[in-house]
Nanobody, 117 residues
């Protein structure tokens, strides 16, 4: 069973920058898109950013202009670069891969990002 592994979580000061990484433990074929989600305490998991195999990207309004998603579909790796971080960005961040041939979604275990002074 292929797993997604996120890394890079930690404590960041408000206004700072940080980068998260996600890589698959093996090969996932037929990737339609890769995405980052987050879940803050007491809130539902929300999609933060997504990039598709056609090169298109989209972002949640709350992070637009501050976060940048990138990656390599063929290598099943993705990164989330976060700038101008705010305390409300504090959450567990999850990586997701959508495999179009099976309709399956793969999830990572999550990595905690805390924005605080």
């Amino acid at each position: 069973q292929v797993q997604l592994v996120e890394s890079g979580g930690g404590l960041v000061q408000p206004g700072g920058s940080h980068r998260l990484s996600c890589a698959a433990s093996g090969i996932i074929s037929s990737v339609a898109s890769m995405a980052w989600y987050r879940q803050a305490p007491g809130k539902e998991r929300e999609e933060v950013a997504r990039f598709r195999n056609d090169g298109s990207t989209n972002y949640a309004d709350s992070v637009k202009g501050r976060f940048t998603i990138s990656g390599d579909i063929a290598k099943t790796t993705t990164f989330l670069h976060m700038d101008a971080l705010k305390p409300e960005d504090t959450a567990v961040y999850y990586c997701q891969v959508h495999q179009w041939s099976t309709g399956q979604f793969f999830w990572g275990q999550g990595t905690q990002v805390t924005v605080s002074s």
